[in-house]
């Protein structure tokens, strides 16, 4: 089994529509991450989260919120999608005792 | 302002051709540096960290450099299977936890 995985895989939505995005991870790591990837630039950090209680934006936040349900689980959401959040997903973790992130398998989000 | 810059943006060899991927960064500190590849519909695989200049790692037909502006991902004798996007990401030791990732190269290796 996956030690990173993402539901759903693919979703087409409307603009204006809530959406989440879950993210699990049986690998026991601390610290937990939501990226961005857009063609042909690099992945961008929407929020990351060090532990349960703890919640930081990355450098693309606006239009996007976070929760940490439990140390296994972070969620994205998009409180009313827009056409420029088309993009794909990426949840990543990464132990606090080292800085190597390991990614899950993304969501394709397509905003019409 | 911190940046990381990835040349070829795509890379096109034979089978056998050995060559080499750049990854040139302007950071304020550099805490570390990370290759991932990455395919097609996946997300990127943790390849390689480096941590200091001088440093170099292996891996199969994979090595990696870092000097203090660059590193060099060389491929050596390459296969078909390693087509793939080969991304950079280099970790910032100020301001806070900051992670910046290149475009990445595209390779693409023919039988």
């Known amino acids: 089994d996956a030690d990173v995985t993402q539901t759903p895989r693919n979703r087409i939505t409307k603009t204006g529509k809530r959406i989440m995005l879950e993210c699990s991870q049986t690998?026991?790591?601390?610290?937990m991450y939501w990226y961005r990837q857009d063609p042909g630039l690099g992945l961008q950090l929407i929020y990351y989260s060090f532990d349960v209680k703890d919640i930081n934006k990355g450098e693309i936040s606006d239009g996007y919120s976070v929760s940490r349900q439990a140390q296994a689980k972070f969620s994205l959401s998009l409180e009313s999608a827009i056409p420029n959040q088309t993009a794909l997903y990426f949840c990543?973790?990464?132990?606090?005792?080292?800085?190597?992130?390991?990614f899950g398998p993304g969501t394709r989000l397509t905003v019409l | 302002e911190d940046q990381v810059t990835q040349s070829p943006e795509a890379l096109r060899l034979q089978e056998g051709e050995s060559s080499s991927l750049n990854c040139s960064y302007t950071?304020?500190?550099?805490?570390?540096l990370f290759w991932y590849r990455q395919d097609p519909g996946k997300g990127p695989e943790f390849l390689f960290t480096l941590y200091s200049a001088g440093e170099e790692k292996e891996k199969e037909r994979l090595k990696a450099t870092l000097t203090k502006k660059e590193s060099f991902l060389h491929i050596t004798a390459p296969k078909p299977e390693d087509s793939a996007t080969y991304l950079c990401?280099?970790?910032?030791?100020?301001?806070?936890?900051?992670?910046?990732f290149g475009a990445g190269t595209r390779l693409f290796v023919k039988a």
């Open positions: 990543a973790t990464s132990d606090s005792m080292a800085d190597t992130q390991y």
């Open positions: 950071v304020s500190g550099l805490r570390g």
């Open positions: 690998k026991g790591h601390d610290r």
């Open positions: 990401a280099v970790q910032v030791s100020a301001g806070g936890f900051k992670t910046i």
